[in-house]
């Protein structure tokens, strides 16, 4: 699953780099002046940041999440194989008690 967000992750950042490299030569070819330009592309590195800030934020939370479903797994893994323990053991016990039985009737 992880893998999933990976790829997705990815496909978003290549997409998020390609619009931003398509507006800053939109804007180095756009008629305006050199401090317009910086301005603009100083608000867009800004938001940019923000965003980037945002959905590390986000992929922080995803991997708090999933460490949390990881050890609830392992949590009810690890019942379920106390569970089976008990289980042979107990089977194992009444086999033995059986046995004894058996070879009790067998010497009277």
């Known amino acids: ?5 990976s790829g997705a992750a990815s496909v978003m ?16 070819m756009a008629p305006v002046t050199g ?9 867009k590195a800004r938001q ?3 965003r980037a800030g945002e959905a590390a934020r986000q992929g922080r939370e995803m991997l708090d999440e999933g460490r949390e479903r990881a050890q609830d797994v392992a949590r009810q ?13 107990s089977a194992i016990e009444r086999g033995r008690e059986a046995y004894q039985q058996a070879r009790e009737k067998e010497k009277a």
């Open 1 to 5: 699953m992880a893998r999933d967000d």
């Open 13 to 28: 950042l290549a997409f998020l780099l390609g619009a931003a490299t398509g507006a800053a030569a939109a804007l180095l």
């Open 35 to 43: 401090r317009e330009a910086r301005e603009y592309l100083n608000e």
């Open 48 to 50: 940019g940041r923000e």
């Open 77 to 89: 893994g690890r019942q379920i194989v106390e569970q089976g323990r008990e289980t042979i053991t």
